[in-house]
């Protein structure tokens, strides 16, 4: 399994919290869960860190079955709309976003 990560990276504006996060919820998330190939979307909105953690707000997760599922994901027509539709949202917010691609492995709890 391979997921897609997208840090978020700074701060929700002042005052803006709720509705940003509604906005995620309403217009970002839909075209998350439509991409081809995603078996699992998480959306993360950071309550607490370290005191000297980075100032994350929120973190994206998709899972995807292999790489070519994960190639075409990026390659769907879905993208540039849903980057659009961020880009727009991300107004409401003082930062950047990243993403990583990482191999991962779920363990149980010892005992």
Do not use: K
């Amino acid at each position: 399994m391979l997921t897609r990560t997208a840090i978020y990276e700074g701060r929700v504006r002042d005052g803006q919290e709720a509705a940003f996060f509604r906005r995620v919820q309403d217009e970002l998330e839909p075209f998350w869960r439509r991409f081809p190939g995603v078996t699992a979307v998480r959306v993360q909105r950071c309550v607490a860190g370290d005191a000297d953690a980075r100032p994350i707000a929120m973190i994206l997760e998709m899972d995807f079955p292999d790489q070519a599922a994960l190639d075409a994901c990026l390659a769907s027509p879905i993208r540039p709309e849903s980057h659009a539709a961020t880009v727009a949202v991300m107004e409401m917010f003082e930062g950047r976003f990243y993403h990583l691609v990482s191999e991962g492995r779920t363990l149980p709890p010892a005992g």
